[in-house]
């Protein structure tokens, strides 16, 4: 016989192989499902800042605000609402892992931070 050429020869075998082919298939339902969400939820964040972010912009033109402070307004606003989606998105992330999962890139994170830091990088 060839590599793979094996299989359920009594009852029991083939009852205990269609069990376990029916829980892989739900795991990976499960699996792609999960996957699908976070996708979906990242794009509806996103729609979320765009229109947030255009509300701001069209307030400033209405009240007829001079385009040198709106430049400043929209870059403040423009970069505090990227920061909440980042975090939205970090704790969406974070819930989805393990303590020791978490806890590694956690600290992933810190050190990158720590790296664009000059006056920490000093410290050496």
Known sequence: TMYGDI????DAEKLFTMVVMLLAGIVFAMVIGS???LVLSFGEH????????????????RNSITIELQHRIRMYVDNLLESQMERVSKDEVMGMLSGALQAELQLMLVGQLLEVLPWIQSLD
């Open 7 to 10: 299989g359920a020869t009594n």
């Open 35 to 37: 996957v699908t969400q």
């Open 46 to 61: 996103r729609a979320e800042f765009r229109k947030r972010l255009k509300s701001a912009v069209m307030f400033l033109k």
